[in-house]
Nanobody, 125 residues
Framework: QVQLVESGGGLVQTGGSLRLSCAAS????????MAWFRRAPGKEREFVAR????????IIADSVRGRFSISRDNAKNTMYLQMNGLKPDDTAVYYC??????????????????WGQGTQVTVSS
């Protein structure tokens, strides 16, 4: 089992940047595929980015491609989401999620077993 804690959210102006972190407990972090999702007010939770257990495979949602990047440091049990060029539409609660590595690039909510509590990102216009 793994516990996840997000940090790094906050209030930023349009065009600004933030870096979210997701710290994981446990000794087997490198065995988990990881992902970021977000839920905007009044909307369903949506996929943002995914990174494989090794860190070699990534998927970025079309809505944020070119502005967001995902990475991980298995030695630090931490995953990151670098967000540049933020827009008001990026305002949401951002969640990190984990599941045991499958070798498949899963991006559905239901594919992930473990979730953090979320961190709020607000982008002002």
């Amino acid at each position: 089992q793994v516990q996840l804690v997000e940090s790094g959210g906050g209030l930023v102006q349009t065009g600004g940047s933030l870096r979210l972190s997701c710290a994981a407990s446990g000794r087997t972090f490198s065995s988990y595929d990881m992902a970021w999702f977000r839920r905007a007010p009044g909307k369903e939770r949506e996929f943002v980015a995914r990174i494989s257990a090794s860190g070699l495979g990534t998927i970025i949602a079309d809505s944020v491609r070119g502005r967001f990047s995902i990475s991980r440091d298995n030695a630090k049990n931490t995953m990151y989401l670098q967000m540049n060029g933020l827009k008001p539409d990026d305002t949401a609660v951002y969640y990190c999620a984990a599941r045991m590595a499958t070798g498949f690039p899963l991006i559905e909510n239901s594919a992930y077993n473990y979730w953090g509590q979320g961190t709020q990102v607000t982008v002002s216009s």
